[in-house]
C-alpha cells in the first residue's frame, strides 16, 4: 500500500499570502496524484488532477507540480474562500486508493 | 448539473447492516465507473470501494471486505452499498464520489450520508 504523507498538518496564513503544502508518496506514484479541497461540513472538491491540471471551474492561482514522491499544491495568493483542508491521493498503484491525512489551511 | 444524492444513513448497532443508495443525475451514470468514499468523524478520507460502469470489477478496502458489497442498477441511476456485520469503527459520513472517466480521480461527490455504529 501506498502510503501519502502531507505536511506541514496546520498552515497558518493571512488573505494574500502564498500557500505550499507537500505530499510526499512511499513510492513512486508518477504523476498519477491529485488533490482535494473540503470545506467544513462539505464533500470534498476536486482541485488539481495528475499533479498538475486544474479541475474544471479552480482559479489559476491554485497548481500543482512534482512527479514521482514530491508533490507540491500552490496557491498563490489566498483568498477566504480557500481556507480548508487539502487532501491529495493517489491513483498509481492500487487497490488500495490512498489519501494523505491532510494539511488545513488556517486564517492566521 | 452533475448531481449525486446519498440516502440510507441511519443509527445502527454493532453486528447489525445497513444500505446505501446514491441518486445520479445529469449524466449517464453506464458510462462511468463509480466509488464510496468515507470519512470517520473529525478524521481524514478513507476510499472504500470501487466499481466498473458495467459492475464486471469490483474492488474493496481491506477494512471492509467481506463485509461490504458495492452494486449498480445502471438502469435506475443508483449506486448501492450493502453494509454487513457493521463495528463501531464503521461510523462516518460515506460518499459516493464518480470516477473522472481515465483514471480513478474523484471528480464529483454527493453530500454524504452518515452511518453511525452504536449500542
Known amino acids: 500500500e501506498i502510503v501519502l504523507t502531507q505536511s506541514p498538518a496546520t498552515l497558518s496564513l493571512s488573505p494574500g499570502e502564498r500557500a505550499t503544502l507537500s505530499c510526499r508518496a512511499s513510492q513512486s506514484v508518477s504523476t498519477y496524484l491529485a488533490w482535494y479541497q473540503q470545506k467544513p461540513g462539505q464533500a470534498p472538491r476536486l482541485v488539481i488532477y495528475d499533479a498538475s491540471n486544474r479541475a474544471t471551474g479552480i482559479p489559476a492561482r491554485f497548481s500543482g507540480s512534482g512527479s514521482g514522491t514530491d508533490f507540491t499544491l500552490t496557491i498563490s495568493s489566498l483568498e477566504p474562500e480557500d481556507f480548508a483542508v487539502y487532501y491529495c491521493?493517489?491513483?498509481?498503484?492500487?487497490?488500495?486508493?490512498?489519501f494523505g491525512g491532510g494539511t488545513k489551511v488556517e486564517i492566521k | 448539473e452533475v448531481q449525486l444524492v446519498e440516502s440510507g444513513g441511519s443509527l445502527v448497532q454493532p453486528g447489525g447492516s445497513l444500505r446505501l443508495s446514491c441518486a445520479a443525475s445529469g449524466f449517464t451514470l453506464s458510462s462511468y465507473n463509480m466509488n464510496w468514499v468515507r470519512q470517520a468523524p473529525g478524521k481524514g478520507l478513507e476510499w472504500v470501494s470501487y466499481?466498473?460502469?458495467?459492475?464486471?470489477?469490483?474492488y474493496y478496502a481491506d477494512s471492509v471486505k467481506g463485509r461490504f458489497t458495492i452494486s449498480r442498477d445502471n438502469a435506475k441511476n443508483s449506486l448501492y452499498l450493502q453494509m454487513n456485520s457493521l463495528r463501531a469503527e464503521d461510523t462516518a459520513v460515506y460518499y459516493c464520489?464518480?470516477?473522472?472517466?481515465?483514471?480513478?480521480?474523484?471528480?464529483?461527490w454527493g453530500q454524504g450520508a452518515l452511518v453511525t455504529v452504536s449500542s
Open positions: 491521493q493517489q491513483r498509481s498503484n492500487w487497490p488500495p486508493l490512498t
Open positions: 464520489a464518480r470516477d473522472m472517466g481515465f483514471g480513478v480521480i474523484f471528480d464529483y
Open positions: 466499481i466498473t460502469s458495467s459492475a464486471t470489477t469490483v
